[in-house]
Structures are given as C-alpha cells and as structure tokens.
C-alpha cells in the first residue's frame, strides 16, 4: 500500500501506542519514543516494520510514541494508520492483515 | 455443524471496550466465563474502525483460555454492523451478540452475514454462535420469535438501561420495575431452549445492591450476568455456586435416572420424591455449575 496522506491511530492511555504515518519520497524512517526504549525498543521497531511489510508499505515516515503497548496492539495501530492514510474503513481483506507470527 | 459449546456455562459475561487496549490485553486473568469485547456504545464513532482493528489482533493474538469471546456489533441501523462481523468472525471469535434486538429478522439478518464471513475467511460454517440484546418494550414482546429465529441462537439477554427508560421509570432496587420484563424474558428464553442474562448493574459502590440483585436472578432462574468491572465476577460466581446439598442431591439424581433410564424405567421414586427424565437437566446443570466452582470433580457433568 502507498502512503498518500498523513494519518493517526492509536491513543497516549497505558497499553495503548499512537502511530502517526506520513508520506515521504524514498525508504522507510522510524522515530521511536517509549517509557521502555531500552528494553524494548528493538522489539516495537521489528513489530512496526514487519506489519508495514506485511502490509507492502514501502516508503513513509512512521512516529511511535508507546505506552507499553503488546506487540498485537502495536500491529493494531500500524495497520489502522495505514488503511486510514488511504481512506479505507470498510471491507478490509482481514484474511490478508498481517498479524503476529507465534514462531518469532 | 453447530458449536459444541452452545450450552456452556455462562455465568459472567464481563464487557471490555474494544477501543482500550488496557482493558482488552489481559481480562480473562480475572475468570469470567465470556467477555463482550464492545464495538457499539464504549467506542467513539470516528475509532470504529480502530477497535475492529484491535479487536481483530486481539482475536488472533490474546491467548483467553477457556474464557468464551463474545463480540457486540453496532446496531442493524448502522454502517458499521456487517463490517464489526467480518473482522470478528475473521478473528475466529466465538459469538456476536446484537444489540437492541426487536425482530427475529434481525437475526436472520445476522445469521445470513455472519455465515457469508465465515465462508469469506474458511472458518467452519456454523462456528460462530449469536446471542440477542433485548432493550426496548417491542423486543420484549417479540422475545419469544427472537429466541426462535436461529439455529446459532444460544441466549438472550435483558438490558435494563434503556428498557427502563422507555418504561418510565428507573432503577430501584427491589427490582418490582424489571419484574415483568425479566419474566417475560425468561419465559421466552426457556420456551425456546435458549440460555437468558440479567442486565448489568451500574453502581460500582452499591456492592450490597448488586449481592441482592444477583441473589434474585439466581431465585427467577437466569443462567447468569452481564457485568462491567472485574469486582463483579466473584460474586456472580458465589451466587451460583450451588450448594454442598444441592450438589450431593444432584448427584444422586442424575446417576439414579441414568441408572433406571439404561433399565428402561421412566418413572421412579427416590427418597418418596417422584423423579422422570424432567429433572435430568437441572440436576446437570447443578454439577456443572458446582464443578465450574472447583466443587465437583465427578464424572456425571455431560
């Protein structure tokens, strides 16, 4: 999927991650912040940047701001800002959406 | 094929906002026999697709053990009913429960999507059960067609917010104002073999009015609650509990029944009472709820 326009999801309450996903020309930038960076920090951007592949997001620019989210409220997020970048609420191909893979 | 659990135990049934991770992430730590992940009233209209998106990773992810996962979609009058389906039944949910239910076309309704899911995304046909909200004096009236419409039905359940709102009156706690409603309910829940639930009670701080209400939807023979705080649960559960009597009696019925139906008796007599098939499920019903509690470890629970 192309990210065409700026999106949000997600909220600041405990448990929960906001994602903001904007355009961008080339690749793929990610700013983390998290109460748990240090201990987490690599496991938040493996989740956010497996769901964007899953979801063929090649190019954009993604702002995670956790507050100690699991890793399937983080796909949760990520998956919501982008369908909501390109304006789609209804008729989502769930069969398709990326979810977590309990062998990793 | 229809689920295997249609009749389960279903003495809690604790709802969970869809659009809060903190409540979705780890509520089957506190043991209620079902959730209702929320999609309708405890979700903004500009998240809806957000909870659908939580509610769907949650399905997939969130290991809930034996907890059964209900979910309540939007309403029949809007956008979102047919979609909130997709996603749950493409979560591998185990039921959907629709809110403020006046018509047993409705269920048909439900039914019909519900089974084209199911096909969209390979679940087994037949999987997915439905459960029915009752809140408005015309569902109460067409309860019975309600409780008749599907072959998924498994309950109904009474909501007394709005319901004693359109009644003209409000909650009191002898309950005398749900009193016909309930009934009426109830009835038509047994008539058509389906499972029937009490409505939530708000007040978290009337810890004694809620012990009352639940003593009294034990009394008029509810199969169990919804509830909206983990607090609830356990007395739900105490309520419920059978008795140590009751359970040792419910032994001896089931097992002499059993007994004298393999010998072809219909009829018997134990202890002077007259017993028949009749009193086979309550006895059942009694173990099952005593082993629910960790009180009964027999074999004789079906």
Known sequence: MKIEVAAMAGTLESSDVQITIEPAEQGLSLSISSSVLGQYGRQIKRVVLDTLEGLGVRHGRVTVVDKGALDCTIRARVTCAVYRSAGITHSIPWGEVPVNDPSR | ?302
């Open chain 2, 1 to 302: 094929m229809i689920h295997p659990d249609k009749n389960r135990l279903r003495r809690t049934m604790l709802f969970l906002s869809a659009q809060r991770p903190s409540q979705m992430k780890d509520a089957y730590i506190y043991r209620p026999d079902s959730v209702i992940f929320d999609l309708e009233d405890a979700v903004a209209e500009s998240e809806k697709d957000a909870a659908r998106f939580s509610l769907f990773h949650t399905l997939k992810t969130v290991d809930y053990g034996d907890c059964e996962r209900i979910v309540r979609i939007n309403g029949l009058d809007t956008p979102h009913w047919r979609e909130d389906i997709r996603a749950s039944v493409a979560g591998g949910a185990e039921g959907i429960r629709i809110p403020k239910c006046e018509s047993a076309q409705e269920v048909v309704e439900v039914e019909a999507a519900i089974e084209a899911a199911e096909e969209e995304f390979g679940r087994p046909v037949g999987r997915t059960l439905v459960m029915a909200a009752i809140e408005s004096p015309r569902g109460v009236l067409n309860a019975s067609a309600i409780c008749e419409a599907g072959r998924r039905m498994f309950g109904v359940a009474i909501s007394g917010g709005d319901l004693r709102k359109a009644m003209q009156t409000r909650y009191y706690p002898k309950g005398e104002e749900m009193l016909v409603p309930r009934g009426m309910v109830l009835l038509a829940a047994r008539a058509a073999g389906v499972q029937c639930f009490d409505t939530v009670f708000t007040d978290l701080e009337d810890m004694e009015g809620f012990r009352r209400e639940v003593q009294q939807n034990k009394e008029m023979g509810f199969d169990g609650k919804s509830v909206i705080n983990p607090r609830q649960i356990a007395i739900v559960h105490e309520i419920f509990t059978p008795t140590e009597r009751e359970i040792i009696e419910a032994e001896r019925v089931v097992r002499a029944i059993r007994e004298q139906a393999a010998e072809g008796v219909g009829v018997f007599t134990l202890d002077g009472k007259m017993l028949d098939m009749a009193f086979l499920p309550g006895a059942e019903r009694v173990l099952a709820l005593a082993q629910a509690a960790g009180l009964y470890e027999g074999d004789l629970v079906p």
